[in-house]
């Protein structure tokens, strides 16, 4: 990662994270995450990260927030997304923000593979939830530790009928 070295306050210096160098991790089977930048390198201003799905990817469970605004950018194939109880389908070029408060989930369609870009304004720290995720799929933490930092992480479980019953 790359940043300037001026003596700006560190929420007005621009931020560089070069794709290659950028940290990737499994979090589920079928399920990459690419970290670009978290609250801690923005001032607090957002958090941004990639999320790639393969067919049949779990993808993400019905969840909310209570302090940010999440939003999603296809850049390609195409993601299912739950909004409250509606289920929207996004494809390519497709934006979606998502308010605090708003249970939803989202997933590759069937049949369908997924690039995300994800981002949460204002910045949350999520890069550590998102490494918990995958010590979780390397078997090095529990759903039990997920559960437990929910408040730590502004990520509250829900459940949702819509989504249980989608295609």
Known sequence: ????????P??????????????????????????FADSDTTGGALTVNTARFEK?????????????TEFFFVV??????LVGEEVLTLEKGDFLAVPPHTPHA????????????VGFTPGM???????????????EATVQD???????YD?????SQAWDERV
């Open 106 to 117: 989202f997933a590759p369609a069937p049949d369908a593979t997924a690039e995300v870009l």
């Open 76 to 81: 390609d194939g195409t993601l299912q997304v």
């Open 10 to 35: 560190r929420s007005h210096q621009p931020l560089l994270t070069r794709g290659g160098a950028a940290e990737a991790l499994a979090d589920a089977p079928g399920s990459v995450i690419t970290l």
């Open 146 to 152: 997920i559960k437990d930092s929910s408040e730590e």
């Open 155 to 159: 990520n509250h479980y829900a459940r």
């Open 56 to 68: 049949g990817a779990a993808g993400a469970p019905v969840h909310f927030h209570t302090r940010a």
């Open 125 to 139: 720290d999520r890069f550590d939830y998102y490494r918990l995720l995958g010590r979780v799929h390397d078997g």
């Open 1 to 8: 990662m790359n940043r300037t070295t001026n003596s700006a």
